[in-house]
């Protein structure tokens, strides 16, 4: 948004994270139908969280950027 004040003072410069250490937590199972299908399922959850840096012409701010994306996956198996 070119409008934003922030944006502008911090357009085409530079951004830096800290590096850190997050759990994943998973949980999944898997069924068989039968001796050659099955199913798979899993959830998982990670708590990301990290200092940020944003250094614009003139202006840096600091804070912390927290993303806690969660993944869902549905497989289906087959043996050969």
Known sequence: NANDP????????????SSSWNPVYSA?????????WSLNGSVSYVPMK??????????????TLTINPTEYVLRVGYKF
């Open 28 to 36: 999944g199972a898997v069924v068989s139908i039968n001796d050659r």
């Open 6 to 17: 922030l944006v502008t003072k911090l357009a085409g410069t530079s951004v830096s994270l």
């Open 50 to 63: 990290t200092n940020s840096t944003f250094v614009g012409s003139g202006t840096t701010t600091t804070g």
